[in-house]
């Protein structure tokens, strides 16, 4: 045998055992070979499995390009959805998440802390047994503080909260929402029947002639009242100083009010009878003068 033909069979010998050529291809290009027709062993590129070969891999490469196109746009289209929508997506919506949190626990602790200090800052000392020099001691320290902010606000202020004509021997008091306050004693039915009793109070008010801060001439006779020397169209406010370190208010608007508007007489037995207050104090939302009188009442704890 020839040489060439040796050599052609051991090449499609070859292309055969690398799976290059199919078994068929093989007997086929062989007898071709053994019968001296010319065959080409060296072109394995144009064999049938060859060119499968490439189709499969042309088919491959066409898949691959599908998926990466239905990624490309399945994502652009989810940022569209979140866009029109005005949602975010989901990276971005984890770390709204985490921020909304971390801000609500921050708030949560502000507000413990502003209710703790707003706690702290409206607790009331003790109530305690004050003696008269005492309370007549706190009453005049509360008014010369009470005379500046008065003058801050344009108006006059004055100790004379309280007053009356003739009457009874009964005890006066003043309702609260703390129970009432007794303002004058006589024993009937004396201090023991009264939660909380008065330390003194103030009366801010506005003068005819605009006088400002501490008067001490204001009321001239228990029938004129504040009439004699204030504006009576005028608000006038009355401030009552409770022993619990609490101070009441009572504010009126239309001036229809006198040195006995917010209080009541018990009778001369102590009962209670139909002479009951006209009006009823509040707690007052003045935070400065609720701190100032608890800090004057500190100094005889």
């Not at 090449?11 to 019968?35: C, G, P």
Request: net charge negative.
């Amino acid at each position: 045998m020839e040489d060439d033909k040796i050599t052609k069979l051991k090449e499609l010998h070859d292309l055969y055992t690398n799976n290059v050529i199919s078994e068929s291809e093989f007997q086929s290009m062989k007898a071709d070979i053994l019968n001296g027709k010319a065959v080409d062993v060296d072109q394995p590129d144009q064999t049938p499995l060859s060119r499968s070969a490439t189709k499969k891999s042309h088919k491959g490469f066409i898949y691959t390009l599908l998926i990466l196109l239905i990624l490309i746009i399945g994502g652009g289209a989810g940022v569209v959805y979140a866009k029109w929508y005005n949602k975010p997506v989901e990276t971005t919506k984890s770390v709204s998440k985490h921020k909304t949190v971390k801000k609500s626990s921050s708030s949560t602790q502000t507000s413990s802390s502003a209710s703790s200090e707003a706690s702290t800052s409206s607790e009331s000392p003790k109530q305690i047994n004050l003696t008269p020099s005492q309370k007549e001691q706190i009453s005049n320290d509360f008014l010369n503080w009470a005379s500046d902010r008065a003058t801050m606000g344009n108006m006059a202020v004055t100790g004379d909260y309280f007053d009356h004509g003739a009457a009874g021997m009964g005890d006066w008091y003043a309702n609260t929402p703390d129970g009432e306050v007794q303002v004058q004693d006589q024993n009937n039915p004396g201090p023991s029947a009264f939660p909380i009793h008065a330390i003194g109070g103030c009366v801010f008010l506005t003068m005819k002639d605009g006088s400002t801060g501490l008067q001490d001439s204001i009321v001239e006779s228990t029938a004129g009242g504040y009439s004699d020397n204030a504006d009576m169209s005028m608000p006038i406010t009355k401030y009552l100083l409770g022993d619990n370190g609490t101070v009441y208010e009572l504010k009126t608007e239309d001036g229809n009010v006198g040195l006995s508007t917010g209080f009541g007489e018990y009778s001369d037995s102590g009962q209670s009878n139909s002479y009951k207050p006209n009006r009823s104090f509040i707690v007052s939302k003045d935070q400065n003068a609720q701190i100032e009188l608890q800090q004057l009442i500190k100094q005889y704890s």
